[in-house]
């Protein structure tokens, strides 16, 4: 079994080999069951490239993007990556 502390570094290790990033930061980190196994949801955010985006859309962008990372509890394995919307401001 994995604790939170655990669970954190294997989802930033993921993170940064997956989508190679390093400006990575812990947003929020829970516990949930997903498809019958016990989790650690973990989001983490990193800055969002905004000259990629057209002008118009730049003016109500989040500087930054979010990632949920589901980790099985027992074995450590990365379960799902999933997009976070932030919620409504």
């Given at each position: ?13 993921r993170?940064a080999d997956?989508l190679?990033?390093?400006d990575l930061?812990l947003?929020?980190?829970g ?17 969002r490239?905004?000259e990629?985006l057209?002008?118009i859309?730049?003016?109500?962008a ?6 949920r990372f589901?980790?099985?509890v ?8 999933k ?7």
């Open positions: 079994m994995i604790d939170a502390k655990q669970a954190i570094q294997i989802a930033q290790e993170a997956m190679s990033r390093s930061n947003e929020e980190i516990r949930e069951s997903y498809r019958d196994r016990e989790v650690w949801n973990i989001t983490l955010s990193f800055s490239d905004l990629r057209p002008p859309a730049r003016l109500g989040d500087p930054l993007q979010y990632k589901l980790i099985d027992e074995t450590g394995e990365l379960v799902a990556m997009f976070r919307e932030p919620a409504a401001r």
